[in-house]
């Protein structure tokens, strides 16, 4: 048990908002700790600013004070650097020509708007295809093959199956974008496939055989 665990658990029961009803036998059960080791946090935790309590009917009515909001602020920001730093996938790969399956694929209203729903952005009807290189590039592809990213279904249409999407927040460059896994694709596993709001080769003034890094933070869980 540590300072952070017993803020959230207060947290989640609206201490930060208000004062709230604490039964110490019911949180030390929840978090799997005695009565008296609660007891403990909640004397050590006034004490040293994080907390305010007051004798309630049932127990003690607890609120988080400034002081205690602002270390969990900076706990949810230390966190989300070193999770930031840990999840990110940078792949780096040339930019090369397709077949036009992107701009065709992509032009279908049903992509559209299954990816603005999911994305929250209509995609440029055309994909940035990414050829790689080197074998760290091919490793990180895996990475993202091996994790759930965000699903855009498929469909049928005029009797024909339109394969589901797994779709990767990333930037290339800076700008907005998402990297795709088709569930069908006639690409090999060397080619990443990029989509964005914007018309990425005029955006970023690409020409086929340009270096592009494309950095992803893909969701933690895998597939």
Same mark, same amino acid.
């Given at each position: 048990m540590n300072i952070l665990e017993i803020m959230i658990y207060l947290g989640r029961r609206g201490a930060l908002e208000r004062y709230c009803a604490i039964s110490t036998p019911k949180m030390g059960s929840e978090l799997i700790i005695s009565q008296q080791s609660v007891s403990r946090w909640l004397i050590n935790l006034e004490r +040293?600013?994080?907390?305010?309590? #007051?004798?309630?009917? =049932? /127990? !003690?009515?607890?609120? %988080?004070? *400034?002081?205690? $909001?602002? !270390?969990?602020? $900076?706990? #949810? +920001?230390?966190?989300?650097?070193?999770?930031?730093? %840990?999840? #990110?996938? &940078?792949?780096? /790969?040339?930019?090369? &020509?397709?077949?036009?399956?992107?701009?065709?694929?992509?032009?279908?209203?049903?992509?559209?708007? =299954? %990816?603005?729903?999911?994305?929250?952005? &209509? *995609?440029? *009807?055309?994909?940035?295809?990414?050829?790689? $290189?080197? *074998?760290?590039?091919?490793? &990180? #592809?895996?990475r993202l093959a091996a994790l759930s990213g965000i699903e855009v279904g498929g469909f049928r249409k005029a009797g024909r199956t339109f394969g589901s999407l797994k779709c990767f927040r990333c930037t290339v460059q800076g700008i907005e974008a998402a990297a795709i896994l088709p569930e069908r694709t006639h690409y090999g596993f060397q080619m990443l496939e990029i989509i964005s709001p914007y018309n990425l080769r005029d955006r970023l003034h690409l020409s086929d055989g340009d270096s592009v890094e494309v950095e992803v933070i893909p969701d933690v869980h895998t597939a």
């Open positions: +040293d600013g994080m907390i305010a309590r #007051k004798e309630g009917i =049932r /127990g !003690y009515m607890v609120q %988080i004070t *400034p002081a205690g $909001r602002a !270390y969990m602020e $900076r706990m #949810k +920001d230390e966190l989300g650097v070193i999770f930031t730093h %840990i999840g #990110k996938i &940078s792949i780096v /790969g040339c930019v090369v &020509s397709g077949m036009n399956e992107g701009k065709y694929y992509l032009g279908q209203k049903e992509y559209q708007e =299954r %990816i603005r729903t999911v994305m929250g952005f &209509s *995609p440029f *009807p055309g994909t940035l295809n990414v050829r790689l $290189r080197k *074998p760290e590039d091919y490793q &990180s #592809k895996e």
